[in-house]
């Protein structure tokens, strides 16, 4: 068990819905990053946060976005939802805001949209 | 259309051997580089990591080896166990600069280890 809560694990939803994925991170991990990895795509990263502000971003669409919440839980949600954003969503935190602190995964939640 | 799923490259190997997964990352800025290690219906884990001006690194059972020349990446697994058996993954960071990299990585598409008893 990494530390790192995500709910739901799993999701099916309809094409054009809008769903909130949630994370709760590690005891005293200020750092939280949303993954997709998809079987076409494979890992993407997403987005990071760290104590409540956006710190890096990657590939994520315009329907997507995140947020942080002074409780240090993370939020990622998906609108305007397409097939093709069918995946497993992998939230990880780690204590420090810098890529080379270990970071600690979740077991992720499963998005079926059907 | 049919959706085309990545063929991941796949490695055999006997309990107890020595395991060579290799990984071309991409961009030569990349100044710092993580292997992890995915079993299934898990999410990745940290195995070792690498600085850019480092070419080798041990831990415990795994060494990493950077080529950045040809930017080619590798990780070594020593009597390799059946519990090794996971897909492994590299991943590259480029530093942003100022001394801070934030947590910006890049993922190989990954190779699958099947370790046979």
């Known amino acids: 068990d990494s530390g790192v809560t995500q709910t739901p694990k799993h999701l099916i939803t309809a094409t054009g819905q809008r769903v909130t994925l949630r994370c709760s991170p590690r005891s005293g991990d200020l750092s939280v990053y949303w993954y997709q990895q998809s079987l076409d795509q494979g890992l993407q990263f997403l987005i990071q946060y760290y104590n409540g502000e956006e710190r890096a971003k990657g590939n994520i669409l315009e329907r997507f976005s995140a947020q942080q919440f002074p409780d240090l839980h993370s939020e990622l949600n998906l609108s305007s939802l397409e097939l093709g954003d069918s995946a497993l969503y992998f939230c990880?935190?780690?204590?420090?805001?810098?890529?080379?602190?270990?970071?600690?995964f979740g077991q992720g939640t499963r998005l079926t949209v059907v | 259309g049919e959706s085309v799923g990545l063929h991941l490259p796949t490695l055999s190997v006997q309990e107890g051997d020595n395991s060579i997964i290799n990984c071309a990352y991409s961009n030569s800025a990349s100044d710092y580089f993580i292997w992890y290690k995915q079993e299934s219906g898990k999410g990745p884990q940290f195995i070792i990591d690498?600085?850019?001006?480092?070419d080798k690194r041990q831990g415990q059972r795994v060494t990493v080896l950077l080529n950045k020349t040809v930017k080619h990446l590798s990780l070594q697994i020593a009597a390799t166990q059946p519990g090794d058996s996971a897909v492994y993954f590299c991943?590259?960071?480029?530093?942003?600069?100022?001394?801070?990299?934030?947590?910006?990585?890049?993922f190989g598409q990954g190779t699958i280890l099947t370790v046979h008893p």
């Open positions: 990880a935190s780690s204590l420090g805001q810098g890529v080379s602190t270990e970071a600690f």
């Open positions: 991943a590259e960071n480029i530093g942003v600069g100022g001394g801070t990299s934030y947590g910006k990585l890049t």
């Open positions: 690498i600085r850019s001006n480092m």
